[in-house]
């Protein structure tokens, strides 16, 4: 029996992506061992269960490189990176940030599965570039634009009920993205998140270094303030619309508490859980978006979309293409006479180029991504082999990630009685033991 795990980070999104890609893995085979955990708090469970294949989100930190290194050096289970966000732009400092600042073994992700032909090249090039891929990658599109499966997962939420018994007291709905979280980050939270790019200390940034990240921090602040009160004034004007304000899943899980201001109004609902933005776009007439990626989703389901933007933004020209209507934040009015007329849904070349480049999606077509990611991860079988003499897998092995996973089987070691589970143990032990000594004779050194 084939046995698959599933690692997501943020549940959200990807554990809708995974619903729908084991239903599509059962119809191949009723034969499989499928389970499904947070990547932190799956560790223990994933060497428990030695997996045949691990998919995951991408790496793209040091911690979950890590843990990832020592999880398939344990189980030889193939790693799969599944992207699950939607899309991006590709400068330079944005496609670093997707694939992320840490490095790791090239034979650590055994396939990179990507949602386009252009994504696949500009971050594959980059992944190749940096060490991180071996020409592994595969283009599928993107599984939470294939409507015919999301929309049928909308009814198996608790909430979905509530929510649209909720939207049938208002003539129209607006549905309202946030995503303003860098409003409330400190210093230290930039820095870990890797504003400052390879730098390895918060004590040895620079008094402009640190500026730069409170400028950011407070062009966040103010631009959240004049949209959230835009709304706030318009649902004032406006009390037969309803607006869903949903929260981004950083701001949910963060326990942002800025939005509480919102729950006096009748007809505001904050969406402060874990619903697909889908749910609610099936349901909306319009959305009012930052430059946000669900601007590309809301076309897929023929909504018109309200961009709201600072007239200082960068590449300013295209992103106003790309939406039906568009405001600066500084003009209230226009966007409260906007709103009080019908928005109409546009077709938008632009767009729709944008949604082929970057998940091969085109209106009027058949669009089946799940099944093609469902596909490669049922087929997938000869993972690659990590050496111990490889210098990412010796730092993984020595990091604070691998003396943890270290820490747990010697204690299970020592306090299980004999099995098979304890012999397991006791060969995964020597193996980390072994690959620590090549480390020291070789004079490498973890930072």
């Known amino acids: 029996m084939k046995k698959i795990m599933f690692l997501y980070h943020v ?57 990832l290194t020592v999880l398939k050096l344990l189980t030889k ?28 073994s090239p034979k650590l992700v055994d396939y990179y599965i990507m949602w386009g032909a252009k994504t696949s090249n500009i971050l594959g090039r980059k992944l190749f570039e940096t060490g991180k891929v071996t020409k592994r990658i595969k283009t599928t599109g993107y599984a939470f634009y294939d409507l015919e499966r999301t929309r049928k997962l909308f009814t198996d939420y608790p909430a979905y009920p509530e929510i649209v018994n909720w939207a049938k007291q208002y003539s129209r709905i607006h549905l309202v993205i946030t995503g303003f979280s860098p409003a409330d980050w400190s210093v230290q939270d930039y820095f870990y998140l890797g504003f400052f790019g390879e730098q390895k200390s918060v004590s040895k940034l620079t008094e402009e270094q640190i500026q730069e990240a409170l400028k950011v921090k407070e062009r966040y602040t103010l ?10 004034s318009v649902a004032e004007q406006m009390p037969d619309t309803g607006f869903f304000v949903k929260l981004h899943p950083v701001e949910i899980s963060s326990k942002i508490r800025y939005y509480e201001k919102l729950s006096g109004y009748k007809n505001i609902y904050v ?86 480049d970057l998940f091969n999606w085109k209106m009027n077509k058949k669009y089946k991504p799940v099944e093609k990611i469902a596909s490669y991860i049922f087929n997938a079988k000869k993972s690659q082999h990590l050496s111990c003499f490889d210098k990412e897998v010796i730092k993984a092995v020595g990091s604070k990630e691998g003396e943890v996973i270290e820490e747990w089987l010697l204690y299970r070691f020592f306090e299980g009685k004999i099995s098979r589970k304890m012999l397991y143990d006791l060969t995964a032990l020597m193996k980390l033991q072994f690959i620590k000594i090549i480390g020291k004779l070789e004079g490498f050194v973890h930072v």
Do not use: W
């Open 271 to 356: 969406v402060s859980t874990a619903l697909p933005v889908g749910m609610l776009l099936s349901i909306a007439d319009t959305m009012i978006h930052y430059n946000s990626t669900c601007n590309m989703e809301a076309y897929i389901y023929s909504v018109p979309t309200i961009l709201r933007f600072l007239a200082q933004d960068s590449n300013l020209e295209n992103i106003l293409k790309e939406s039906a209507y568009s405001y600066e934040i500084n003009d209230r009015e226009g966007f409260v006479n906007c709103l009080q007329n019908k928005c109409e849904f546009r077709r938008l070349p632009m767009t729709e180029k944008k949604l082929f």
């Open 223 to 232: 631009f959240r303030d004049k949209y959230i009160n835009d709304i706030i």
């Open 77 to 104: 289970a193939v790693v799969i990176s599944m992207t699950t966000e939607g899309h991006h732009t590709f400068e330079d400092k944005i496609v670093q940030d997707v694939i992320g600042f840490n490095s790791y």
């Open 11 to 67: 549940e959200e999104r990807e554990y809708q992506i995974i619903e729908m890609i084991k239903s599509q893995l059962f119809s191949y085979s009723e034969k499989l061992d499928i389970r499904v955990g947070e990547f932190y708090h799956s560790i223990k469970d994933t060497i428990d269960f030695k997996p045949d294949v691990i998919v995951s989100i991408p790496p793209r930190d040091c911690y979950s490189s890590n843990y």
